[in-house]
């Protein structure tokens, strides 16, 4: 199973600036070995076929659309469909962020037609999930996270889920507002996760305030395969940063 190292830029860079971090992503990475590591970028739908036609040059690197309507078509203004991301270079669509939850009324129920979608159309879907921190304080992190992924993933084959993938991303740890979650933190929430979905997914990611110097550490928690990242990575140094880490923490796992 490789490690998975992405960010996803959420609402920021023109075009110029989603050109400029892709065209040296793409020189720096270079002949670099990328062994066992997945690295992928999320870009803002606008920038998606800009991205692609420079990433095109390292085929390593995957992309993915931070959102995609459940519909393939139609009467659904201001919505992007699966099938219009992928053909913009997507292969991942992300579903479920916390921000879409919280502010867009992204439901339980509109996450599990959204992953449905995307596995329709042959895409991964990265599954986001999180608790407040209330729900931390509450003791309830463990059971508020599988509620939201099973009901996701519900009547998913084996085969469906095996192009799932999950990012467990407490909302009190994203975000200029949130601190990252300790290794202690994370242990029980990762066990359950991967006692209930274990190996049936493509992998388990941590995000929320990932950077350079926590990286390595929460790779090694178990259960975590990978990091999704957003305000670390939005400088493409940061990014070749966390993917070197990837890389070490890959060749000393193995
Ligand atoms: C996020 O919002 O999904 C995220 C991981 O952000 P950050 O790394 O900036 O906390």
């Known amino acids: 199973m490789p490690v998975w190292m992405g960010t996803s830029w959420k609402m920021n860079k023109t075009l110029a600036q989603a050109r400029d971090y892709t065209v040296r992503l793409v020189k720096e990475l270079g002949d670099r070995d990328l062994t066992g590591v997945q690295p992928f970028i999320i870009p803002p739908f606008t920038a998606l076929a800009t991205v692609r036609e420079i990433a095109v040059d390292d085929p390593r690197v995957i992309l993915g659309a931070q959102n995609a309507h459940w519909d393939d078509a139609g009467a659904w ?3 992007i469909s699966v099938p219009q991301a992928l053909d913009a270079g997507a292969r991942i669509i992300e579903i479920g962020h ?3 939850r919280q502010h867009f009324g992204e439901t339980i129920e509109t996450t599990r037609l959204k992953v449905a979608a995307a596995l ?16 931390r304080d509450a003791g ?3 059971a508020y996270i599988l509620e939201q992924a099973e009901g996701a993933l519900a009547g998913l084959s084996d085969e469906q889920l095996r192009s799932v993938l999950i990012a467990y991303e407490p909302i009190w740890a994203i975000g200029e507002a949130g601190r990252p979650a300790t290794p202690e933190e994370l242990r029980g929430p990762f066990a359950a996760l991967r006692e209930r979905f ?3 997914v493509r992998g388990l990611l941590y995000g929320g305030s990932v950077n350079q110097d926590n990286a390595s550490d929460l790779l090694r928690i178990d259960g975590v395969d990978g990091l999704f990242v957003g305000r670390a990575a939005w400088e493409v140094e940061g990014f070749l940063a ?6 070490a923490h890959n060749s000393t796992d193995s």
Do not use: M
């Open 77 to 79: 203004t201001g919505e």
């Open 98 to 100: 916390s921000e879409r």
């Open 120 to 135: 329709r159309h042959g895409a991964l879907a990265l599954l986001c999930v999180g608790e407040p921190a209330e729900v």
């Open 140 to 142: 309830r992190s463990t």
């Open 198 to 200: 274990g190996d049936r």
């Open 242 to 247: 966390l993917l070197d880490i990837a890389t």
